[in-house]
């Protein structure tokens, strides 16, 4: 009975996500799967004129580099170690093919096992970082391999490298062509991997935290272990490459794995389009046009043609950046799309949403000192579900460092947090959002420009997914599937409260600034709170947005949550508040209902 | 002792060299908040020009130039680092400061392989020997002084001095000049300084150039020491940026000075100074470069952290 019912719900799942896959196959899955077969086929159309192992060394490169793509492309972030990370899983490999008799995939992965660690490492190193230090650091890493390749012949094999031995693949004979059209597959899957990616929770909070830090801390997007995660993930990709090429190199070469490999692999993810699944195996078949020139300029001028080739890669990258960094496939699908009507995303189903948090969260004397100066000095207060609280005060008396101080971006001298039953001290912001407390920031820079307005309120939601890792979205589980659909519900309910829902597939950097303050609260409301923390949202407001502003504050209050915010607008105040904080001084003083400030 | 007195002296002159190239790095992150990553390829540009000018592509017939013609080359040097320093900048960093990390890192990149790949064209032989822009083979026995038992290369207090004169130039230049106090308001608040009147684009553009040409300038008068390649420039830029890294892009004579720790650091490991552990030479350009990450890791750099 209980197998029957299980065999109907797998039945039904698989037809749910054949359905899924036909709604989404697109243009861009056409192309991809052309784009795929092409290089399956590349090797029989060329033949001659292009060697074999030269065709799968530049497949492995792919493979490489579209791992990269996840740092860069999805993460924003500039990763300069891809090379290292192809050095390691080459050399790691090399060793273990030489010292043992492991089957030849085995100890290519293994060495994409170690390459992945040093990755771990490195992305830990960096987790906190700002772009500067992580251009750096990964940087010295790349240099850190390389010079360390060769000045450690135990380590390289010296000037002469470590001879491979070579072993069956996957039952072949591992000839150039069995070479290329695994490296190709695994492209290939690499590819859909990272398209998975972007399109689910994962990409999303990277972009998010890509494009600004501030807003999707303050949102609970956990970005230190995203990017870990995400150089993990390049660097085993790297690593895969690194020890399955150096297979058919047959010699793993010390000085081959240095800062240009690095920096090719940068050229080709930049040229090819960073975001863009295919880019950086565009991006290298670019690369590899390049080589030919090169050779065809070399033979001209009668050098060799590695000296023109760094060369005409940097001005390739160079022209790519002037032009407004136009990369290829990005490029060509906007032109595409001007041609074909984008169509309209069908609308989020009905599902009933989540229970609301109700908790009250209590403030009990706290505190925070600057050096001398006691910036909050024993605040305490009360906010109950179904409220709004006011806090006023002039510029200085200390409103936004108690509203960090609840949600944990300053950490407070004394004084304790309590939401419900919960102890909020030693929590970071992203557990308190778990907990249920949110904030927005008083910027209006502080949003995500190249997301749409959904897409915003979905970083949010993506707070309350349980099962949005990036293994269960890469093969699209059951459970994550219809997680997907909440999420939405989420999103799109909190975008209707701030009257945003029409404008839902709108790019967020088209709307105006009241519209990005509305905005960046349904991206808090989203994250399902029981306590919302707004800062300034009515600066600059016109009288309308004024008035949409306390219709959204009333509903909020009927929704059940308890709402602080700290405000200049005194009408806005007296309008929806039903608690006012004065501070002066670090101090809760006596509201005078008459008072101007 | 002798050892000792040798070690100190050959890692001064190698430092020397590294010190100057942290003040460019240190100088180049604090007024546009980038790191340049082209400043070592620049460096060896500035180099390669001045042998061209001086002494021209084929190896050389006699160990010094003319000293008119050395000028002329290291002229000439410095107006190349400085137009395709600027140039640089105007290219691949002032679009992207503030906005895009990866554009302005992916330019600066493409630039240095760009000067060396030209580089390599110009210059196809392995390794180039410049001339002595001194005779120093005239002083002492052969170019060698002995102290305190040690063989000491008349070049290494060339190159000392010549480091620390630039420094110490460069130092009064930013004290004392209105292009210095220019450089300062850049540094504190680029925006307010472009309030009052300061050309912020041009003196930065500026100091992109001058940071690779006065580097290029100590790398002349050390390279003689020892066969000098086109990607040695990078290498140099390399240990500028730890040295530069190891004082947090701090003050100018900070990095200078971490620069000449660096030097004696990788002399003293070098020749086994410290200790007769066997194998530990092969660590010396590894142990820094460790160092450096695990510092850029753990300790804030000098910029504000953004909160929020």
């Known amino acids: 009975m209980s197998t029957q019912t299980a065999a109907v719900r797998t039945g039904t799942a698989l037809r749910e996500a054949v359905a899924t896959a036909r709604r989404s196959w697109t243009d861009t899955a056409t192309a991809g799967g052309a784009a795929f077969a092409l290089a399956a086929v590349a090797p029989f159309v060329l033949g001659g004129l292009i060697a074999e192992d030269t065709l799968a060394s530049g497949a492995y490169l792919a493979l490489a580099a579209t791992g990269l793509g996840l740092c860069v492309g999805l993460g924003g972030v500039p990763s300069l170690a891809q090379g290292a990370f192809v050095g390691t899983g080459a050399f790691v490999a090399a060793h273990v093919l030489r010292h043992t008799q492991l089957p030849a995939e085995l100890c290519a992965l293994i060495g994409a096992v170690a390459a992945a660690a040093l990755g771990t490492a490195a992305g830990f190193a960096v987790r906190s970082l700002d772009s500067v230090r992580v251009a750096v650091g990964t940087w ?31 039952g072949l004979n591992p000839t150039p062509l069995v070479h290329y059209e695994l490296a190709v597959i695994l492209t290939g899957l690499c590819a859909l991997a990272l398209l998975a990616l972007r399109r689910g929770p994962f990409g999303l909070d990277l972009a998010a935290a890509a494009q600004h830090r501030g807003a999707a801390a303050a949102l609970g997007v956990p970005m230190e272990r995203l990017r870990v995660g995400a150089f993990a993930a390049s660097a085993f990709v790297g690593g895969l490459a690194g020890g399955l090429a150096v297979q058919l190199e047959i010699v793993a070469d010390p000085t081959a794995y240095g800062p240009l490999l690095s920096f090719e692999l940068l050229v080709a993810v930049l040229v090819g389009g960073a975001a863009a699944a295919l880019g950086p195996g565009v991006g290298v078949i670019v690369l590899g046009l390049i080589a030919l020139a090169a050779r065809a300029l070399g033979a001209l ?12 890669e940097a001005l390739l990258l160079l022209a790519v950046l002037t032009t407004g960094g136009n990369a290829i496939v990005p490029g060509a699908i906007r032109a595409v799309r001007r041609f074909r009507r984008v169509p309209a995303r069908p609308a989020a189903r009905a599902v009933m949403p989540a229970p609301k948090r109700r908790e009250h969260l209590r403030a009990e004397g ?62 970071t912001p992203a557990e308190r959002v778990h907990a249920g407390l949110v904030r927005t920031l008083q910027s209006r820079r502080a949003f995500f420009s190249e997301l749409t307005v959904l897409e915003h309120a979905l970083v949010g939601a993506n707070r309350t997914r349980r099962y949005g890792g990036a293994v269960r979205t890469v093969v699209s589980t059951p459970l994550h599937r219809a997680e997907n659909r909440l999420a939405e519900t989420r999103a799109v309910a909190a975008l209707e409260t701030v009257g945003l829902a029409a404008d839902a ?29 707004i800062d300034e949202a009515s600066a600059g407001a016109a009288p309308e947005e004024l008035e949409l502003l306390k219709t959204i504050f009333i509903d909020l209050k009927n929704q059940g949550l308890a709402v602080l915010l700290v405000e200049h607008n005194l009408g806005l105040v007296r309008a929806v508040t039903d608690q006012v904080l004065e501070l002066e001084l670090g101090r809760v003083v006596p509201h005078k209902p008459n008072s101007r400030l | 002792m002798s050892l000792a007195v040798q070690v100190v002296f050959t890692g001064l002159s190698a430092g020397a060299v590294y010190g100057l190239i942290a003040i460019g790095h240190s100088l180049i992150y604090r007024l546009t908040g980038i790191v340049h990553f082209a400043l070592g390829d620049l460096v060896g540009l500035g180099a390669f020009v001045t042998l061209l000018v001086a002494a021209g592509t084929q190896p050389l017939t006699q160990e010094t130039v003319s000293g008119g013609r050395m000028a002329l080359g290291i002229l000439a040097g410095l107006a ?65 002084v002995t102290i305190l038992g040690a063989q000491i290369h008349v070049r290494a207090f060339a190159v ?64 003689p020491g020892a066969p000098f390649e086109t990607g040695s420039g990078a290498l140099l830029g390399l240990k500028g940026l730890v040295a530069a890294v190891l004082v947090r892009f701090g003050g100018l004579w900070s990095a200078f000075a971490a620069g000449l720790a660096l030097g004696v650091f990788e002399a003293a490991i070098g020749t086994g100074l410290l200790g007769h552990v066997s194998g530990l030479a092969s660590y010396r350009e590894l142990i820094p470069l460790l160092v450096a990450i695990v510092l850029l890791a753990v300790r804030p750099l000098r910029a504000r952290e953004v909160v929020e």
């Open chain 1, 140 to 170: 010295l890493l790349t240099w850190l391999v390389a010079l360390g390749l060769g000045a450690l012949p135990w380590l390289s094999g010296g000037g002469q490298g470590l001879v491979v031995p070579t072993r069956r693949l996957f």
């Open chain 1, 301 to 312: 001028a009668g050098v060799s043609a590695s000296r023109f080739q760094p060369m005409l």
């Open chain 1, 366 to 427: 706290l505190v925070k000192r600057f050096g001398p100066v006691s910036a909050v000095d024993g605040v305490s207060f009360e906010l109950h579900p179904g409220t709004v609280t006011a806090l006023i005060g002039r510029n200085g008396s200390g409103k936004t460092t108690v509203l960090r101080l609840l949600s944990g971006t300053l950490p407070a001298d004394a004084g304790a947090v309590r939401l419900g039953q919960h102890e909020l001290a030693g929590l």
């Open chain 1, 505 to 533: 597939d709108r790019q967020a950097g088209e709307l105006t600034g009241s519209g990005r303050e509305r905005l960046m609260i349904a991206a808090a409301l989203a994250t399902n709170p029981a306590v919302l923390l």
């Open chain 2, 80 to 144: 190349v680092c400085v137009v395709v320093g600027a140039g640089g900048y105007f290219a691949v960093v002032q679009p992207y400061v503030g906005r895009s990390a990866i554009g302005w890192v992916a330019g600066t990149l493409a630039l240095g392989f760009a000067i060396r790949a030209v580089l390599d064209a110009a210059f196809s032989r392995p390794a180039y020997v410049f001339p002595d822009p001194i005779p120093f083979r005239r002083i002492g026995n052969d170019g060698l």
């Open chain 2, 160 to 223: 000392i001095g010549v480091a620390l004169l630039t420094a110490g130039i460069a130092s009064w230049v930013l004290q004392r000049t209105s292009f210095g106090r220019s450089l300062r308001a850049i540094a504190a608040d680029a925006e307010g300084a472009a309030m009052v009147g300061v050309r912020v684009e041009r003196a930065r553009a500026l100091a992109f150039g001058l940071a690779g040409g006065i580097a290029a300038l100590a790398v002349v008068v050390a390279a």
